[in-house]
């Protein structure tokens, strides 16, 4: 196929290109602003627009596979590469002061994380037991879908699959997964209006944003082609260090993510090498200047508006049972530890109640979920730096790191 030709249709699947993919992606976005524009409390409760526009292509999709039979596929290639963008303008835009200050509150969230991780796996092997399943259940609906998402399910899946007799156990991964995104996709928002509301919380100054720019400051901010392109050169310098960062892991054998390295190579750059170094672009280095919020803002919204609308919803009608009953246990757990656990924790702030908006978008979805619940938050309320520091090296390695073990762990002994 061309790598612009759009469309391929064979045996009942309707193929689309990167390109295709990667446009509608954009036209889904501008629905799920439309529609929250016109749903008040989607916009009040700080609904990201990607998801909003993402659940109805979803569904429509899922609609038109009923009713015909044709089932579309998606080219996701843009998506991943999206999502190198936007955590290497997190690295660029973060400070080592901001990571200093973040300290003791990373050290804190990572606890309950982890904490977390060990409940959620718990919940999901004691409500399997209940419908008579086994721990390769249970675990399914707990850290290897959850907390870590579809990466980790898909990963994990044909391991347990061979060495557990669970010949479903893709299909059952990939419906937690989905469905754990959808409930992260919506919960982060409203916790967080719930906890600055009651609170009256307000950031602590006014900060340019991580991600985008405030909805009362839209159109104020002029951006220029050169420094739209000098914020891309920024970027893919990251990039390229970063891949030779994680080539250097998986020789030493510690594979990660490819964005978790771009996340550090942009941290390093930013905070090792000197503001006046010469550049060709004879601009300072781009950090937290208003091309690289947009650019993340357009990386990240793209990324999980593609995530979303490429959902096949019809796989998952056949796993209802136990499946909905884990999953509404870990939803009621995970509102409650992020009410009563990381908020108080956190320091009761309006940082915190960002946190809890990024600490929705972990528990039960993605660390892109998480970045867009606070982005969401973010652009409403107010800049908050240390959650846009800490969330993501929380979600984005340890988490990682720690389900390496944790899954192995609770496979052999429960």
Known sequence: MEPLSPIEFDNGVLQLSGFLSFTLGIVVLFVGKRVNDAVGFLKEFSIP??????LIASLLIALLYVISGIEISF?????????IYFFTTIGINSSLKDLLTGGKPLVILLAVTIAYMFLQNIIGITVAALFDQPTAIGMLGGTVSLIGGHGTAIAWSPRIAEDYG??????????????????????GGPIAKFLITKHKLVPAKVEPLDIGVAEEQTGKHGINHM?????????????????????????LGLKLPLFVTCLFAGILITNLIPKS?????GTVWPSRKPAIALI???????????????????????LAGPIFTILGAQFLIAVSLTLFVVFPLMGR???AAVVCAGFGGISLGSTPTA????????????????????????CAFFIDLVNAVLIPFFLANF
Not at 75 to 83: E, N, P, Q, S
Not at 172 to 185: H, K, N
Not at 277 to 281: Q, W
């Open 49 to 54: 627009e990607p998801v909003t526009g993402g």
């Open 75 to 83: 080219d996701l290639a843009a998506r991943d590469v999206l999502l």
């Open 166 to 187: 669970i010949a479903n156990a893709m299909e059952v991964g990939i419906a937690c997964a989905t469905f754990g995104l959808i409930l992260a996709s919506l919960m």
């Open 227 to 251: 420094d739209f392109l000098d914020a891309i050169l920024a970027i893919h310098v990251c990039a390229i260090l970063g891949l030779m960062i994680n080539d250097g892991l998986e020789h």
């Open 277 to 281: 170094f010469p550049r060709i672009s």
């Open 296 to 318: 993340a803002e357009v990386s990240l919204g793209a990324f999980l508006a593609m995530s979303l609308m490429s959902m096949q919803l019809w796989t998952l009608v056949d």
């Open 349 to 351: 702030s309006y940082d």
């Open 371 to 394: 970045m867009a619940n606070m982005s969401a938050v973010t652009k409403r309320y107010g800049a908050s730096h240390l959650a846009f520091v800490i969330v993501p090296l929380v």
